[in-house]
């Protein structure tokens, strides 16, 4: 369907006027298509040259086309990577089949080698296309090879390997066997072979070799219970009786492995393994090795001490010549230390300083630190605002570059800003323009990037910038919704409001349908997820809440970021602690009700809540203790007892050891509470949450003799509100519950 043909038929249904009818659900669908085909319209991916002289991206066309443009990064000029006709005339000569050359069937595009040809998959295979020449010949897909982590990201590169690992001179292989590490000389000789390997306390396979090839960092783990989790598929595809799967899968409190360090010198056949004392309890899951660094001039190493209940977290250094350890960073926290997304850390090997990522002043910022006593030579970034993520450090020029949060007084303090500071945290300079959220893609030797930026009610603005001063090279595309607006669609509307406190501002959206009457009343749905892990409530234009297009049948949704979310204050963080039951919701009831103190069409009388996964168990939870405010929810795959969930996301804000507080937030032991309506969805082969949490708080439904619905779906892992089935009796089901409406969806 075109988009004109959409945008009438959506017009048509505007008119149309009741809720919840066959007409709506209609709308609705059509107005999703239309979204989805103007986001994809929307895209801007670019992709940059090996050079970083210029890059090219697809931009979408109306209709459903798209082509293909290269920009110069020195000048900002625009042209068309590749003449479209006779890429399209070459494809159908070699394919047999008609190509259109504004819908190429063309993925993976690249420029390799000198950029004189094109390499691009088909569905037919690979193809070379010679800018040049416009000859059409197949190709080869690009060689894997090893991937090296993205610049300065907090990860290093694998460690583990079934096979040798070679030292950088060549001159040293190591290799696991039987539990214990093997080295050998470049010809095959053994050199050393550790001996206290066994099977309850074995060496990992994973390996580090020091710059110099002289020392070598082993992992040793020791061996404990895996917590089974057994899933029972009803309905294979290849047989008629059930079959069960198996899984590995560690639940808070569970003994787990302590994986260590040991320092090999092959030369002088002998190990060591650093003071325990200062790495006590460490935290690890299952098969996950210690994050080690060398230092550049090979005197020593690096390791990060996670201590389990995640209140501290240690930067320890070992002496390569003595094996003596020293503790370097001491991070501490009374509540919980966000390790999981708040960490990050760089080996500064000619200063010997590192860069380290802390909320010790209550907000998330960079440190720079003494890497041989521990002190803190300057604090690199501060204000009452968070560094998201490290983009880059530049040791040669000291300075970082960063993607910040709140970082611009005024704009919403979840919109993500790209910046720069010195190691001495002067010279603050924000690079990036416009009032939304920036995601940036740098070239390679960081001299331009493309930022992109949108607001949800903004869309996005595709720029070309200097990364010197971030000056504005060139505008690259300036999108438009009239298209969309043509068809009805309004515009989300950005809310704001105070919280618990009456001081700190609750940020959220509200979504309204194609045919809102400001002179009617709409009942109020939430899309939630509380997790602790980061914000949710959309701040780009190209993302929406799940099942956003839910508002045609002639409801009013919304999404928002209580206290206990992520990407604020450590304060507004600690919320969550051991607290995961409060999941923002004094916050969250106070924003809807100064929305609808605004917007009286919102019916605060009939407000419904929905999510998935912790979104799952918040939905729930709305209806357990604030069943006097929600009526309805719908709570899909939700880990209902944080007893029952994965180790690593449960004790990092719930805490360890296991206390009462787990047992007292449990949507199981507080299922009796329960008002309003109930649709419980599961899938039977969660490999995410136990599923077996969702049928726990069945059964202590059924015995506290309380109604609800409930659809299990056969076949489906972590997430099923996404099948088209479960979606449409979700709509269906709030039109029962909230519109007392029979659903004439089919």
Not at 454 to 473: K, M, T
């Amino acid at each position: 369907m075109s988009s004109r043909t959409l945008i009438l038929a959506l017009c048509l249904g505007c008119v149309l006027g009741a809720q919840g009818t066959r007409a709506d659900y209609q709308r609705a669908a059509r107005m999703k298509e239309l979204v989805a085909e103007e986001n994809r319209r929307m895209a801007v991916d670019p992709a940059w040259a090996e050079d970083g002289a210029s890059f090219w991206y697809r931009r979408g066309l109306p209709g459903g086309g798209q082509e293909w443009l290269r920009v110069q990064a020195r000048t900002g000029r625009k042209a068309p990577a590749f003449d479209h006709a006779k890429l399209a005339a070459g494809l159908a000569k070699a394919t047999g089949k008609p190509v259109d050359p504004v819908k190429l069937p063309i993925e993976g595009l690249s420029f390799p080698g000198d950029g004189s040809q094109l390499l691009f998959r088909t569905e037919e295979g690979w193809w070379r296309f010679n800018l040049k020449s416009a000859a059409l010949t197949t190709g080869a897909p690009p060689k894997a090879g090893p991937q090296p982590p993205a610049p300065d990201s907090d990860d290093e590169p694998s460690q583990r390997t079934a096979g040798l690992v070679i030292s950088p001179d060549g001159r040293w292989s190591a290799q696991l066997q039987d539990s214990n590490v093997v080295i050998r000389a470049a010809g095959g000789k053994e050199i050393y072979r550790t001996t206290d390997g066994t099977t309850a306390d074995a060496y990992t396979g994973s390996f580090l070799w020091s710059p110099d090839s002289r020392k070598l960092v082993a992992q040793r783990s020791s061996q404990v219970p895996i917590h089974k989790v057994t899933l029972v598929e009803s309905s294979p595809k290849d047989q008629l009786e059930p079959r069960t799967h198996v899984l590995d899968y560690a639940k808070p409190g569970d003994p787990l492995p302590v994986v260590r360090p040991v320092l090999i010198d092959p030369a002088a056949r002998t190990q060591s393994a650093p003071d325990p004392a200062l790495a006590p309890t460490p935290y690890f899951g299952y098969g996950e090795d210690l994050r080690v660094i060398w230092a550049k001039d090979s005197s020593r190493y690096f390791y990060v001490h996670n201590q389990r209940g995640h209140q501290v977290l240690r930067v320890i250094a070992v002496d390569a010549a003595t094996g003596a350890s020293r503790l370097i960073v001491d991070e501490r926290s009374a509540t919980f230390i966000d390790y999981s997304g708040k960490q990050f850390l760089e080996v500064l090997g000619d200063t010997d300083e590192l860069v380290w990522m802390s909320e010790r002043d209550g907000w998330n910022h960079l440190y720079l630190v003494d890497s041989r006593t521990g002190a803190v030579k300057s604090q690199i970034t501060r204000g009452q605002w968070v560094v998201r993520n490290v983009v880059h450090v530049d040791a040669k020029n000291r300075e970082i570059l960063f993607m910040a949060g709140g970082i611009v007084p005024g704009q919403d303090p979840y919109y993500l800003q790209l910046a720069k500071v010195r190691f001495d945290g002067t010279g603050l300079k924000v690079l990036t323009a416009g009032d939304g959220t920036h995601t940036i893609t740098l070239n390679k030797d960081h001299s331009a990037f493309v930022d992109v930026w949108s607001r949800v009610d903004q869309p996005p603005v595709a720029e070309l910038r200097r990364l010197s001063d971030g000056g504005l090279v060139a505008e690259l595309e300036r999108f438009d919704a009239k298209a969309l607006a043509a068809a009805g669609w309004r515009a989300p509307e950005r809310f704001v409001a105070k919280g618990r406190d009456g001081q700190t501002d609750i940020h959220g959206v509200i979504y309204r349908p194609s045919n809102y009457d400001p002179a009617k009343r709409y009942p109020v749905i939430e899309y939630i997820y509380a997790g602790p892990q980061d914000s949710f409530a959309p701040k780009a234009f190209r993302r929406q809440p799940l099942h956003w297009d839910m508002v045609e049948l002639g409801f009013i949704l919304v999404s928002i970021d209580g206290m206990g979310t992520s990407n604020r204050s450590k304060a507004f963080h600690d919320v969550c602690w051991k607290n995961l039951g409060d999941a923002g919701f004094p916050d969250r009831i106070l924003w809807m009700k100064a929305a609808a103190a605004k917007d009286p069409a919102m019916d605060l009388t009939r407000v419904g809540i929905f999510g998935g996964s912790a979104g799952g168990q918040d939905s729930l939870r709305g209806l357990l203790a604030f069943g006097d405010f929600y009526k309805a929810g719908v709570s899909d795959c939700g880990c209902h007892d944080n007893r029952m969930d994965k180790v690593w996301w449960n004790e990092q804000w719930m805490g360890w050891p296991i206390g009462p507080h787990y047992a007292e937030q449990s949507n199981v032991t507080q299922a009796a509470r329960l008002q309003g309506g109930l649709l419980l969805l599961v899938g039977e082969l969660d490999s995410n949450v136990d599923p077996s949490s969702t049928i726990q708080v069945v059964n202590a439904l059924v015995k506290a003799d309380k109604d609800f619905e409930m659809l299990v779906v056969p076949g489906s892992n972590h997430g099923t509100m996404r099948i088209p089935h479960v979606e449409r009796r979700v709509k269906d089901f709030f039109v029962r519950q909230l519109l007392d409406v029979r659903p004439r969806a089919n």
